[in-house]
């Protein structure tokens, strides 16, 4: 067979030779932008092209520092096709972190959306491998800014050339992007991806029995384009020329909704506060969401009410996948076999709450002190996924060693596998509660908690115990209407129609809100910290 | 990202793993045979187990020559997931040439069907490096046979290891699998397919945009196993653990449409002539087809009038496919892209009937003397082909220099490009006629005949003509009902509604039946010596 390499090269030709007329929507701060593939492919070189004359050269990074819109995804594809790093920067990092990740990487050149300069102003000073700043924005003139130097998107694609070639000699193991995971201590840790991975990355989810996202689609991605790639969708839409949607910045419930609505959107992927604000904002307003063909949920799982929501009322397939910056993303997806045919909604419900079957491509075990668990649906382990689109090391990272160890990417998730395969997320391995030397699943005991009528959000951590090591706590966040109006008694009553005795929270705490890390999830460690606290001082 | 290498051995360890009771449904002469695929992989196994102890090592060729079934299906993974190499046999060669290839690949091992004994009997003591045969068949006795050293299949079977590993350590560019294509003049041409080239076709063929082979389907080959790895479903359909249905020997139109009807199958793929036979046979019994999602036609061109039948009056979509054994085979595919969500019936018959748009991942270009074509429907040139699932080369054979040249494979195929970038083969090479220095597409004058009511079959090939150098000549096969009904000048009337004067034929032989090529093609070359001979004697 020829030596052909797996390039992102061939993604943006197809859809330029095949594709001019596909749309891509962008809603950006001055309104909704509209343009083809083909006025896409024709920036996008020109990008590379100015790119190249400042300097970008093969290997280098080149961060970005930006929402979801049409400019990012000119980025997603100048930059490794001309053998450049694209390095998607966390917008949501703390001053810290973000200096660290900038230095980490090396990047050279940073694309800084208007809105944002203030973020990377804050830290010019301690960027030490920074030698330019492009601003995207659709102003004529520059907003006022101390970044030095500093140039217009815009005025940079209008003085290059559009005929600008891309490499199409590149080696499928060439470095295309990075991100950046965020860890439980210490600084955020770097995943590269090659070339190879995505290109591979994208036809998984182009499968039937995966995400199937397909020329028909319009695609809109809600997760963070410098979260996993925006789990892959950007590159795969291109490559099979999906139209897509991009949200843009400050997106709302009202948004999406909107969007959905006027674009016809098929095809979408968020996390779970996501679509349950999009829930909430449909009970609201007029809005169609029937073009949706699939909704995938992912980062954390979603309570079983809105789920069914979503596939009951709105007919929308609610798919949950699993995955890590590590895994390119996706890894597992709760898509229905044939065997399910003939299941009742509930049947379905229940299989959709999972994080479901491995995708064609990557290998799974579940893993605990005795071996590979049993498919039972109950014994927990730790998830260890391995494959061509799963990272082998931290970017200079003396941490990798924890996590890569005989070939597998321990996730530091916590699993169990029922009989047809699935897997279902049980809860980090730091977020476990170990009670008197059993596994205690602080998601099973949340996800409980938020299908009660009244609760909006749950936490639920580990506090210090003198007998059983560590008990149970549940932070909970009532809904508008029901604050003061459920007990603590209540709603353990309600736990224990479901769970062992041992597994009830031995205390319930009402908040107003909980804690959220920059990509939206719990943030268990400071709850985890505050309450241990507070039970030492009792 | 890790250096996982793209094997076929995670195919079967993702069928065992994650479908154990789906089913593989195979025709013997002794019946229907079915088993899922939990016991396939053990058989599977056990082959390996067998073929290992017979002395089969990594690179050996190990060849087959059977229909399509299910112990094909077992040599289908047992070989090339030991590290050898499964060479598919074309059971319809000519003796020379079936003695050629077995020599020539230096098949060490022999994996033959009952019924095919004699074929092999017959050259047996011509074949050079044949060590051992085994014998695939139902009985509990190896029928006489003067092969030697022989084996039967199942007792193979029964004496081996059930936990026989297959191999996880391959190089994804290790040889897997060998087939030979006819060529115009001499031997056969053997084209080896890499694990890693059947590993992304396979993955190609599972996307939504081109045959979407998934878990959900139940996919009957009807093109042979060894035809281009029955075009690449069976090994799709493992890694997806799609239901398989396997034709058997012999099989007819009437089989065909039974298992079909009984086995609720989704998906099948065949050449023109089977579907020509098929909407025959559903017009006498009482079949029902209703299960399929899609059928492909592929090998050569379908009249409209079968592509019309099958869309319009069985609501099965109709999807050319266009490949040769050089590409794995699927490069191209008349599937509908969104834009065609309002098309007429015949304006979806009319994408229907070109071959179609290239799969993601290959590369195409249609080129003459002047360059690459415009995308005019009409200008015709020479199909080029490239990407990782082409052949650089033919097996040991000095002829490669003139297929494979610039990293690209020269199709010989003469084919145009629409304005949406679908192709439409007009002709191969050697059969198109040049006339007066411009091209006339034999196919273009065969496929109008064959939509006339009348005709059953026609061919069109060129006869040398003093002024015009080349001229077309029709051979027609009428309909039973039709015969001395239809005369020549009334085909020439009803050509001339679509074609210029100078592309009509300057005769119209009729005949009782066309010569076909082994592969069920029309014979043109044979045709044309017998025309040549009898125009230059008038």
Known sequence: MMNTQLTLTSFI??????????????????????????????????????????????????????????????????????????????????????????????????LIDEDLIPLI????????????????????ELPETSLSPVYSYEDLLQ?????????????????????????????????????????LHSMSIGLVDTLGISERDTCMPVVPMFHANAWGMPFAAVWFGANQVFPGPGMTPAIIAELITQEKVTFTAGVPTIWLGLLKELEKGDYDISSLRALICGGAAAPK?????????????????????????????????????????????????????????????????????????????????????????????????????????????????????????????????????????????????MSHEAVFEAAVVAVPHEKWQERPVACVVLKDDYHGKVSKDELLEYLSRQFAKWWLPDDVLFMEEIPKTSVGKFLKRALRDQLKEQYSNN
Chains 1, 2 share one sequence.
């Open 13 to 110: 030709q197809r859809a330029e030779k095949y594709f001019p007329q596909k749309q891509i929507i962008s809603r950006t701060l001055s309104g909704i932008h509209r343009f083809t593939y083909g006025q896409y492919v024709k920036r996008t070189k020109r990008l590379a092209s100015a790119l190249t004359s400042l300097g970008m050269e093969k290997g280098m990074k080149i961060g970005t520092f930006a929402w979801n819109h049409h400019r990012h995804l000119e980025a997603y594809f100048a930059v490794p096709c001309s053998g450049a790093v694209l390095h998607m920067i966390n917008i949501r990092l703390s001053p810290e972190h973000l200096t660290y990740v900038i230095n980490h990487a090396e990047d050279k050149i940073l």
């Open 159 to 199: 003085k290059s050339d559009e005929n600008h070639p891309f490499d199409e000699h590149l080696d499928e193991n060439a470095p295309a992007g990075m991100c950046y995971t965020s860890a439980t201590t210490g600084n955020p840790k770097g995943v590269v991806y090659s070339h190879r991975g995505i290109y």
């Open 305 to 449: 009410s809105v789920i069914r929501a979503f596939e009951n009322k709105y007919h929308v397939p609610f798919i949950h996948g699993y995955g890590m910056t590590e895994t390119s993303p996706v890894a597992t997806l709760s898509t229905l076999k044939s065997g399910m045919v003939d299941a009742s909604k509930e049947e379905i419900i229940e299989v959709r709450a999972k994080q479901g079957l491995v995708v064609p491509g990557l290998d799974i075990k579940i893993v605990n002190e005795n071996g590979e668990v049993p498919w039972d649906g109950k014994t927990m382990g730790e998830l260890l996924i391995r494959g061509p689109w799963v990272a082998d090391e931290y970017y200079k990272d003396d941490r990798s060693a924890d996590a890569f160890k005989d070939g597998w990417l321990y996730t530091g998730d916590i699993a169990v596998m029922d009989m047809e395969g699935c897997i279902k997320i049980m809860d980090r391995t730091k977020d476990l509660i170990k009670s008197g030397g059993e596994w205690i699943s602080s998601v099973d005991l949340e996800n409980a908690l």
């Open 121 to 140: 102003e804050n830290i010019q000073d301690k960027l030490a491998t920074v030698e330019k700043y492009i601003i995207m924005t659709d102003k004529q």
